[in-house]
């Protein structure tokens, strides 16, 4: 009978971990990779039961650990998800039917549905019936090299499943800026590391472009108030990710 480990990196996620859990609470292994959580979040995984590795290499790279939850799992298929999604009845009953089959699929795709400060955002932070490979067959996964919020890869033949995970990716201005900070900072690093480099001309471009994208071609204008903060707020985090590759770079703009 086929198995399901769910793989998810956690980091001061006390207060919400535990709905995320519960929605994957039938799976056959909860995987939990704490990176040096210092509120009540290692309590609340143990007590739902988590297997929680921890004591790994300090690193605040979510990519990186999750693969690591991923070589650790057990289970023949993993689900990747993260500590602010939650998968709906009609989705876990559709991931309980997929990893019962016997055809040639390796892989399933799974529609999301984003929230920000607790409202459903429609539009803006993604294109119509968007979706991500996020359940898959543990032996079919191509190991990738190290990017950013890298998307799954598989060998083989990958199908789409119905129903929903939703995505509470922010649900305060400190949520959203704490966020920022850590992922700018990876994101700066990784790319200053790899030569990247960045003109004065992308501080002012770049948070315009991503304001366009959002609030104006993927239609965020139609999501009212919280669609034009949304886009704002993407458009400073791009600019934050510019300026803290100047920083490395040693503030010089005119390179």
């Known amino acids: 009978m086929s198995s399901i480990s769910v793989v998810i990196p956690v980091f001061n996620v006390g207060s919400i971990i535990k709905d995320c859990l519960q929605s994957v609470e039938w799976a056959d292994e909860l995987v939990c990779i704490d990176m040096g959580s210092t509120d009540n979040t290692m309590v609340v995984c143990k007590e739902q039961g988590v297997n ?13 650990n999750r693969k690591l939850g991923m070589i650790n799992a057990r289970g023949e298929w993993i689900l990747k998800i ?3 999604d939650r998968l709906t009845k009609k989705l876990q009953k559709s991931i309980k039917a997929a990893i ?7 892989g399933y795709n799974l529609f ?14 993604k294109k119509r019936n968007s979706s991500e490979l996020r359940l898959f067959k543990k032996k079919s996964w191509i190991y990738n090299p190290f990017k950013f919020h890298q998307l799954i890869r598989v060998k083989g033949n990958t199908d789409y499943l119905e129903g929903n995970y939703l995505h509470f990716n922010s649900q305060s201005i ?5 966020k920022m900070n850590l992922y700018t900072d990876l994101d700066a690093g990784k790319d200053s590391s790899l030569g990247k480099k960045a003109s004065f001309l992308h501080l002012i471009i770049s948070p315009i472009v991503k304001f366009i994208k959002i609030y104006i071609i993927n239609l965020g204008l139609l999501d009212g108030a ?5 886009s704002m707020l993407y458009a400073f985090y791009n600019f934050t990710y510019k300026l803290k590759i100047f920083e ?3 503030f010089n703009l005119w390179v």
């Open 226 to 230: 919280y669609g034009l903060i949304v």
């Open 82 to 84: 993260d500590s602010d």
């Open 174 to 178: 400190r949520e959203f800026i704490n």
């Open 112 to 125: 999301n549905r984003v929230f920000f400060f607790n409202r459903e955002i429609k539009y803006g932070m």
């Open 248 to 250: 490395k770079k040693s």
């Open 52 to 64: 929680l590795l921890k004591n790994i290499p300090k690193n605040y790279n979510f990519d990186i």
């Open 100 to 106: 019962k089959g016997k055809g040639s699929i390796v």
